[in-house]
C-alpha cells in the first residue's frame, strides 16, 4: 500500500470512530401541562408567553428549541371568543399559514389538509425561505380556541430527515 492509500484509509478510520464515538442524540417526550400538549425533542426547550392586545386580547405560548442546526418550534395562540364565532376554521388556518410565510419570508412548497385526533382541522406546509437555504416544515391545528404551530426550520438538505418526520407526528393533546 502506497503512502497515499495508507493516509486515505487512515483518516477515513478516524472519520469513523470519531463519528461512531459521538453519543446519539437522546429523544425525550416533552410535556407542558399549560399548552395542554406533548411532544418528542432531542432536548429540552426554552419557554416565552406573551400578549399581542393590537391582535385582539391573543395570548401565545412558545417553546424553542436549536439542536443540530435545526430549530424545533412549538407554538400555541389562545383566540377570543369574539373572533371564534362566525369564523371559519379554515380561513385561521390560512392566515396562520400566511404568518408563518411572513415570519421567514419564503413561499409554500406544499401544503394539505390534515386532522389531529380525527377531530380538529390542520395543515402540514412546507415552506422555503427566500435564500434558498432555509426550509420550514410545520404542522398547524386549530382545537376549540387555540391554534397550534409545530415547526422545525433549517437547512434544506437537513430538513427532510426521519427525525423531522418523527417530530412532527409525535405532537399530541393532553386534555382537549
Excluded at 141 to 169: C, H, T, W
Amino acid at each position: 500500500m502506497n503512502r497515499f492509500s495508507q493516509f486515505i484509509a487512515s483518516s477515513l478510520m478516524t472519520v469513523f470512530i470519531l463519528t461512531a464515538c459521538q453519543p446519539p442524540t437522546t429523544w425525550a417526550e416533552f410535556k407542558s401541562p399549560d399548552g395542554k400538549f406533548s411532544v418528542r425533542l432531542p432536548g429540552t426547550p426554552t419557554r416565552t408567553i406573551d400578549t399581542n392586545p393590537a391582535i385582539a386580547p391573543l395570548e401565545f405560548g412558545v417553546f424553542r428549541l436549536t439542536q443540530d442546526n435545526i430549530q424545533y418550534i412549538i407554538a400555541y395562540y389562545d383566540y377570543s371568543q369574539t373572533i371564534m364565532q362566525g369564523t371559519d376554521p379554515q380561513r385561521l388556518l390560512t392566515h396562520t399559514r400566511t404568518s408563518m410565510e411572513g415570519d421567514i419570508d419564503g413561499t409554500v412548497k406544499s401544503e394539505k389538509d390534515i386532522t389531529l385526533d380525527n377531530q380538529f382541522p390542520g395543515r402540514e406546509v412546507t415552506l422555503a425561505a427566500a435564500d434558498g437555504k432555509q426550509v420550514m416544515r410545520a404542522r398547524i391545528f386549530l382545537v376549540n380556541n387555540r391554534m397550534y404551530r409545530i415547526e422545525a426550520l433549517g437547512p434544506k438538505d437537513q430538513i427532510s430527515a426521519k427525525d423531522i418526520d418523527q417530530y412532527l407526528i409525535s405532537f399530541t393533546l393532553l386534555n382537549p
